[in-house]
């Protein structure tokens, strides 16, 4: 459910109405809701939404015409609409740890992250700065990758989260490298895409032009990109003011970012309401809306839910993808 007083709570409402109870047949997987009851009614009935929420508990069935919530019991006391606190801190992270223990046990096939607050993390004494790190932390899991998703454009992030100073001192052949092989495997695995087309973004204006603009591309990225076997076609590095134009007309399936702001910018210009984020690397499928608590318009009505719905669609199609029934 994400953050108790953000916008997840609501779009989750409307994600139900719109598709899962108007459309059941739209989705072939189930849907359970690991959150709060209580706020999910609130939502409903302070915006007048008419639907039916009940208690689910592993191994029951999910009815079709009712949102199921698996609650985490984590007391809340009073909310207000957009402004977390430390009890709704401790709620979302609870969240988290409950879906990923479910499934664990094998109770469920994937997890859609609404969005989290990370400061509210911070405050709430977690060590990791956003989801995708907690969960790598939850799975052990080392070597973890975001990948943006969208019907257009798909963008990999070798550094994520990192102040831009960081970033160049961050690059190196073997996170490269590394980046470019779990790529590939998520688009084969994952999309179903047998032999991917994977561009490399360089890091610098013009790819350093020859080293005036910075030596990046000939230290570390050029030489990953060569020293790639595998299967696929890799490319670059490309000059990163063209390639997401060229990935987005369908020359690559792919492209690889050194930076997140680099490969998030254009990725939200085309798919702001309905981009994804999935997590490479983890043992579980996860999948993401691609936006945040938007505090400031919480409990008003307003927010979309074009991206939990693809984020939905996207964890769905992955684990049919894994179990080999979509070619």
């Known amino acids: 459910?994400?953050?108790?007083?953000?916008?997840?709570?609501?779009?989750?409402?409307?994600?139900?109405?719109?598709?899962?109870?108007?459309?059941?047949?739209?989705?072939?997987?189930?849907?359970?809701?690991?959150?709060?009851?209580?706020?999910?009614?609130?939502?409903?009935?302070?915006?007048?939404?008419?639907?039916?929420?009940?208690?689910?508990?592993?191994?029951?069935e999910v009815e079709p015409d009712v949102i199921s919530v698996f609650d985490s019991g984590t007391p809340l006391g009073k909310l207000v609409w957009g402004q977390p606190s430390l009890d709704t801190a401790r709620a979302m992270i609870a969240y988290i740890e409950d879906a990923v223990d479910l499934i664990g046990q094998g109770m469920l096939a994937a997890m859609v992250t609404c969005p989290i607050s990370k400061i509210s993390l911070q405050q709430a004494g977690s060590p990791f700065p956003g989801h995708t790190e907690m969960l790598a932390s939850l799975t052990s899991t080392h070597h973890y990758r975001m990948m943006?998703?969208?019907?257009?454009?798909?963008?990999?992030?070798?550094?994520?989260?990192?102040?831009?100073?960081?970033?160049?001192?961050?690059?190196?052949?073997?996170?490269?490298?590394?980046?470019?092989?779990?790529?590939?495997?998520?688009?084969?695995?994952?999309?179903?895409?047998?032999?991917?087309?994977?561009a490399v973004a360089g890091l610098n204006p013009h790819c350093g032009e020859n080293g005036m603009f910075g030596d990046e591309e000939d230290v570390c990225i050029t030489p990953a990109v060569n020293a790639y076997s595998g299967p696929g076609e890799i490319s670059g590095p490309w000059p990163p003011d063209t390639v997401f134009h060229r990935a987005a007309a369908g020359e690559h399936d792919a492209v690889i970012a050194m930076y997140h702001d680099q490969g998030l910018i254009p990725f939200k210009l085309l798919h702001f309401k309905d981009g994804v984020n999935v997590t490479l690397g983890l043992p579980i499928v996860r999948t993401s809306v691609d936006h945040g608590t938007a505090y400031d318009i919480a409990g008003q009505g307003v927010a979309d839910p074009a991206s939990l719905e693809a984020a939905v669609r996207m964890a769905t199609d992955i684990c049919r993808h894994r179990a080999g029934k979509l070619q």
Do not use: Y
């Open 1 to 60: 459910m994400g953050c108790p007083v953000g916008i997840g709570p609501e779009i989750i409402n409307k994600f139900f109405l719109e598709t899962v109870l108007a459309r059941p047949k739209s989705m072939s997987r189930p849907v359970v809701v690991v959150g709060n009851a209580e706020v999910l009614a609130r939502v409903a009935d302070e915006l007048g939404m008419r639907v039916k929420i009940q208690s689910w508990l592993p191994g029951n």
């Open 148 to 198: 943006m998703a969208g019907s257009r454009l798909r963008v990999i992030l070798v550094t994520i989260h990192e102040p831009l100073n960081r970033v160049s001192s961050l690059l190196n052949r073997k996170e490269i490298q590394d980046c470019i092989a779990m790529t590939v495997r998520s688009l084969q695995r994952d999309f179903g895409i047998p032999s991917p087309r994977v």
